[in-house]
């Protein structure tokens, strides 16, 4: 299977801490995305780092990629009790369908 | 902008009916998937549109059909509905494929349940 795997499953944080969220994949990729899933709701996307950048930010989120390590991760700064939902990270391939790989998925939750 | 719309959001079904999800996008994209989620499971990819009057296979394919007759929609078939195929059906549209650094956009879904 193509699927990468996401760690943790689930991570539960007080307000203003820093989140952090690990994806790990098994094949060759142009580009690694990362997806946000509120409760009851379609999948947001988050940000999109390319198989030739080593890091990229978006407000308070930092994603960085290790292509000889077959890893990313995703950082929320700062963390706020909307951040809480599921989050993904999506393998775009080289070769292949026109096609994503999602993970399953850490689930977040943000304590007040 | 309503971005990508699904239809219904909520049905149940008797096994071995039929019924069709459509999926309406207003973006003008090209490309336009259909994916299931399941607890555990991530999203798998059922089939996918790179444009008007093609389809192909992803992962999950069996036991749907899918139609792109207009650019903007693009509807799933379930063709004899079984408990297995419960679950939530989310369509995605994209300006491009992955390859070309593309993000996808979801819609809210849909929930089926096979009984």
């Known amino acids: 299977s193509q699927q990468g795997e996401e760690d943790p499953q689930a991570l539960s944080i007080q307000e203003g801490e820093n989140a952090t969220m690990n994806c790990s994949y098994k094949?060759?990729?142009?580009?690694l995305q990362w997806y946000r899933q509120n409760s009851g709701r379609g999948l947001v996307h988050l940000i999109l780092?390319?198989?030739?950048?080593r890091e990229k930010h978006s407000g308070r989120l930092r994603v960085t990629l290790d292509t000889s390590k077959k890893s990313s991760s995703l950082l929320i700064t700062a963390s706020r009790a909307a951040d809480t939902a599921s989050y993904f990270c999506a393998q775009g391939l080289i070769q292949g369908a026109q096609k994503l790989v999602f993970g399953q998925g850490t689930r977040l939750t943000i304590n007040p | 902008n309503a971005g990508v719309t699904q239809t219904p959001k909520f049905r149940v079904l008797k096994t071995g009916q039929s019924m069709t999800l459509l999926c309406a996008q207003d973006?003008?994209?090209?490309?336009m998937y259909w994916y299931r989620q399941d607890p555990g499971m991530g999203l798998r990819l059922i089939h996918y549109?790179?444009?008007?009057?093609?389809?192909a296979k992803g992962e999950v394919p069996d036991g749907y059909n899918v139609s792109r007759l207009k650019k903007q929609n693009f509807l799933l078939g379930l063709e004899s509905a079984a408990p297995s195929q419960t679950s939530v059906y989310f369509c995605?549209?994209?300006?491009?494929?992955?390859?070309?650094?593309?993000?996808?956009?979801f819609g809210d879904g849909t929930r089926l349940s096979i009984l």
């Open positions: 973006m003008n994209h090209e490309y």
């Open positions: 549109s790179v444009g008007e009057g093609t389809t």
């Open positions: 995605a549209s994209s300006t491009g494929g992955p390859s070309l650094n593309q993000p996808q956009h």
């Open positions: 780092i390319r198989s030739n950048e």
């Open positions: 094949t060759s990729i142009n580009n």
